[in-house]
């Protein structure tokens, strides 16, 4: 599906970007996993070619202009093209409007959405200068669709993320460049966990939270996705398929932003039940 592309995949933690990253590696792109952090990019890159794929690292802080703009020309000067991106770096800070410090805002949002802003910039140059076409994923949030009490600076920057997702589509389609999301839900940490323990990283980092069953249970369809899932959606939006796909979101949400607020779903017996007086 993505034979001879080269993919830039930014945030490559044991969960929802390493799962990204080898999925579009499994469906034949080269890869370069990009993180801050060493040993999330180089183990990323390491996985993938243990199991035949081709991959690099680079480790960058991903808000930095220069840096970004160093690292794309890096990748095009080693493998003289780049042809998508997948932008999922995320920092997770949960507190609420009146208990964030402004640093601690402005660095959430820069992780999240900055680095979405600078990297989309500088692989759309490399694209355009290059005369080709290529496709751009960012990775929202069902927090950028609904009010999450307590996570301010997260539900802000993932709702920023779709509004940037349909302006740079805009920007971009004249160069026939598509720029999609997808909304990943929470999601199954047996991945992670599994990636996490090859990679020498503590576990502890990756286990479910105690929020973590309630939220399946009112997912209706009674499941969490796992990080794979995710990368098949991505895979499909970055590959040739998706040709006339541009500016849309992607839910692999197992249902969680199209339910009706009231609704309690009842896993057993596959239905949802409502409390009363909840038809409003």
């Known amino acids: 599906m993505l034979e001879d592309l ?8 044991p969960n929802i970007g390493a799962g990204i990253a080898l999925g579009t590696a499994s ?17 990323c890159a390491a996985e993938i070619r243990a199991t035949g794929g081709e ?8 808000t930095d202009d220069s840096a970004v703009r160093k690292c794309i020309d890096g990748v095009v000067g080693r493998l003289g093209r780049v042809d998508g991106l997948v932008n999922a770096a995320a920092y997770y800070d949960e507190r609420g409007l009146l208990d964030m410090p402004a640093q601690a805002w402005h660095q959430q949002l820069d992780v ?12 759309a140059d490399a694209i355009i200068h290059r005369g080709s076409k290529g496709a751009v994923v960012n990775v929202a949030s069902t927090a950028a669709h609904q009010g999450q009490p307590g996570n301010i600076a997260y539900s802000t920057a993932k709702s920023a993320i779709l509004g940037f997702t349909r302006a740079a589509a ?10 999609n999301s997808i909304t990943p839900t929470s999601t ?3 991945e992670a ?19 973590a069953e309630l939220r399946r249970a009112l997912l209706p369809m009674g499941q969490m996705p796992s990080p794979s899932d995710y990368a098949a959606a991505v895979s499909f939006l ?21 339910k009706y607020w009231g609704t309690v779903p009842d896993a057993e017996a596959g239905v949802g039940a409502e409390r009363p007086g909840d038809a409003r």
């Open 27 to 43: 469906a034949g792109a080269t890869l370069v996993c990009v993180d801050r952090k060493a040993t999330y990019a180089e183990s």
């Open 238 to 258: 970055l590959s040739p398929q998706a040709a006339f796909i541009t500016g849309v979101d992607l839910r692999i949400d197992a249902g969680a932003v199209a």
């Open 112 to 123: 999240i959405l900055t680095s979405a802003f600078l990297f989309t910039k500088h692989v």
């Open 193 to 211: 966990q599994q990636r996490a323990a090859s990679w020498g990283e503590p576990g502890d980092r990756w286990q479910a939270s105690s929020r």
């Open 55 to 62: 991959a690099t690292a680079a480790v960058i802080d991903a």
């Open 6 to 13: 080269v993919v830039v995949v930014v945030g490559t933690s």
């Open 188 to 190: 199954d940490m047996g």
């Open 170 to 179: 805009m920007d971009l389609a004249p160069h026939g460049i598509r720029v």
